[in-house]
């Protein structure tokens, strides 16, 4: 017998009582749905993915295939708003690479651009059922509490993660995991008296303890001008070629300023620095090229948050 398997047992009953089996991508075996939900939430939290992008997302590429099919601005589009841009571009990438049908093997799955070990382990154990544990963050908080470990290497955590691992059970071990790391095995005010891991959980008893925080870096920020020069009727932009924003339109940034009407600010958080800018609209031309469109066309294209806010203000300048 499994040193774990009443461990094992409490997982899976729980999970059957209280998983979070009405979310979607839970109520399919489409490889693509699966996948799709696992890059979504990479970075970005469940309720913000169910109401606002994954259902519009694929109603414009309900298939992997179609995503293959498409150029790399229209997914950007499509995207636009949840951030983190490169997982959007990884996709892409993947889709063309697949030819719209996903390897069914974490190891395969694992060599496709953006696909990390844990999200490899997650598509082919939900889709295809292979038996392989997952390391998302809510699992190794669970894993550094249930060990007792304050710190560890990845290495270590997967070893853990595969001594806790329910083989026999993967599917409902996994999905229990995460959603009792999302709900119960919380960073901050756990609830061990309802975790099915409480009676053998090393750490119950101080669980604030593990795993040891990280220190808090603080968020520089970057202070900029958002140059919109325009012609009378159209109005200049880029399209970004750096890895944060690339594939991106965007208006021409500068640190110095520039003459014209001031439109207003806009601020945006980033994931290493926060955004102040300053929009202005003038006709002086900025030092990088840029391609000019009249409005309506702008709306169309792939932009950053911070420059979706300037054109809103552009746009209630001009009204």
Known sequence: MHPYHPTHTAIHDWYITHGRHDLPWRQTEDPYRIYLSEIMLQQTQVNTVLERFYFPFLERFPTLAEVAAAPEEAVLKAWEGLGYYTRARNLHATARQTQGVLPCTAAELEQLPGIGRSTAAAIACFAYG??????????????????????????????????????????????????????????????????????????????????????????PVRKRIMWIFTDGERYGVRRGEARLLGGLYGFPQSEEDVIGTFLGEVRHHYSHFTLEGKVVLTDKYPEEAVEMYPVNVIETLPLSTADRKALELLKHYLL
């Not at 595969?162 to 599917?171: G, I, K, N, Q, V």
Request: contains cysteine; charged residues 30%.
């Open 130 to 219: 292979e038996a392989v544990p997952i390391l998302d963050a809510n699992v190794r908080r669970i894993l550094y509490r249930f060990f007792r470990r304050r710190t560890a290497r990845a290495s270590e955590l997967w070893r853990m993660a595969e001594r806790l691992f329910d083989s026999a059970h993967p599917y409902e071990y996994n999905q229990a995991m995460m959603d009792i790391g999302a709900t119960i095995c919380t960073s901050k005010a756990p609830r061990c008296a309802e975790c099915p891991l409480h009676s053998r959980c090393r750490g119950s008893a101080i669980p604030e303890r593990y795993p040891a925080p990280h220190p808090r870096k603080t968020r």
